[in-house]
Antibody, heavy 119, light 106 residues
Framework: EVQLVESGGGLVQPGGSLRLSCAASGFTFSNFWMHWVRQAPGKGLVWVSRINSDRSSTTYADSVKGRFTISRDNAKNTLFLQMNSLRAEDTAVYYC????????????WGQGTLVTVSS | DIQMTQSPSTLSASVGDRVTITCRASQSISGWLAWYQQKPGKAPKLLIYKASSLESGVPSRFSGSGSGTEFALTISSLQPDDFATYYCQQYTNYWTFGQGTKVEIK
């Protein structure tokens, strides 16, 4: 069974940093592209970032470019999101997602971890 | 950037109703469209990919149609478990979601 379990969320002050982790199991993690998507309270889904299977390529939404860094450890089956210079508008539930091996849609989602940026 | 627009934003319906949600892309995305269902406090769940392909395990009352810029998700006979928010997503040029359609009890 595919499982994605996020951790690392919490309350952080504006300008602060946080590192999210996503532990993957039930599939060959190193074969799949992975993504982060966020959802502000009461709002819709917004794509944040993606990383390819061998870590050679990453892409970011304009809203987080230069502040967030996506990475992965294929030996430990773990995806990361390093978030720096956090702003109030980064407050959201962050989902770890597996991209389908067949195409670019999202076939498995984690349960999400809440990041709150507030003083 | 490709914008995705869903309508309606909210839909009130009864159990057994046939329900259709539409999704329009700001430019052609061919058939590269997915639909997701999200219940309160839960992660989204994949329903449909490639505009009309049903994900394994998803009930056959869900169907998708369309290509180019106009797409639809239809629930043939609404069940109590279907009251949720639905999102379309294009995946031809990065990844963009519609704003969501909440299906509520009439």
């Amino acid at each position: 069974e595919v499982q994605l379990v996020e951790s690392g969320g919490g309350l952080v002050q504006p300008g602060g940093s946080l590192r999210l982790s996503c532990a993957a199991s039930g599939f060959t993690f190193s074969n799949f592209w992975m993504h982060w998507v966020r959802q502000a309270p009461g709002k819709g889904l917004v794509w944040v970032s993606r990383i390819n299977s061998d870590r050679s390529s990453t892409t970011y939404a304009d809203s987080v470019k230069g502040r967030f860094t996506i990475s992965r450890d294929n030996a430990k089956n773990t995806l990361f999101l390093q978030m720096n210079s956090l702003r109030a508008e980064d407050t959201a539930v962050y989902y770890c997602i597996r991209e389908s091996g067949e195409s670019r849609y999202f076939d498995y989602w984690g349960q999400g971890t809440l990041v709150t940026v507030s003083s | 950037d490709i914008q995705m627009t869903q309508s309606p934003s909210t839909l009130s319906a009864s159990v057994g109703d046939r329900v259709t949600i539409t999704c329009r892309a700001s430019q052609s995305i061919s058939g590269w469209l997915a639909w997701y269902q999200q219940k309160p406090g839960k992660a989204p769940k994949l329903l449909i990919y490639k505009a009309s392909s049903l994900e394994s395990g998803v009930p056959s009352r869900f169907s998708g149609s369309g290509s180019g810029t106009e797409f639809a998700l239809t629930i043939s006979s609404l069940q109590p478990d279907d009251f949720a928010t639905y999102y379309c997503q294009q995946y031809t040029n990065y990844w963009t979601f519609g704003q969501g359609t909440k299906v509520e009890i009439k």
